[in-house]
């Protein structure tokens, strides 16, 4: 398919989906935000497997438990890719229809499933020792996660909200 021209009329006539981010201290409420959003329109991605902050709240949610299904539902989400079957979630077309807002709880645990994720790959592993690389982890890491947020964002007509957790600790 060739490069297509968007006219600026073209362009200000898109539905544009906003991206937000937000962060704070672990308990100050970031998930208890989710309330505020229109519960038929968002799906609410649950990492941290704490999802008390919306208990009775008529959300639907979603749980992936692995870094492949985080991946592979930002392929599903934002449209073609041909690293992943469309049957393995179904048409997203038809599901993705009824959401406004994705909220993701929390880009802090998607951060961690990455990297546990990357130190089992063989890429982290030196080739003449077979010894984990920690540096080679890490920049897989860096690729991994920066490829999913690109992914996310780039679903331009509907919203996506991230959690960020910033706890402060004090080094002994």
Do not use: C, E, H, K
């Given at each position: 398919m060739a490069l297509q021209i968007i006219t600026a009329d073209q362009r200000l006539a898109e539905k544009k989906g906003h991206k937000i981010v937000v962060c704070g201290a672990s308990g100050v409420g970031k998930t208890t935000?989710?309330?505020t959003l229109n519960a038929e329109t968002t799906l609410f991605m649950d990492l941290e497997a704490g999802d008390a902050a919306i208990e009775g709240y008529p959300i639907d949610v979603i749980r992936p438990r692995t870094w492949t299904e985080c991946r592979d539902l930002a392929c599903?989400?934002?449209?073609?890719?041909?690293?992943?079957?469309?049957?393995m979630f179904g048409d997203s077309e038809e599901i993705w229809r009824k959401f406004d807002t994705l909220f993701v709880d929390s880009i802090t645990v998607a951060g961690r499933l990455c990297?546990?994720?990357c130190l089992q790959q063989p890429e982290s592993r030196s080739e003449r020792s077979g010894k984990l690389d920690t540096r080679a982890a890490y920049g897989m890491h860096g690729r991994e996660m920066m490829s999913w947020l690109t992914h996310l964002q780039h679903i331009r007509t509907k919203n996506v909200i991230f959690v960020g957790i910033l706890d402060e600790m004090t080094d002994d």
């Open positions: 935000l989710a309330r599903f989400l934002g449209g073609p890719n041909p690293s992943l079957s469309a049957q990297f546990q994720w």
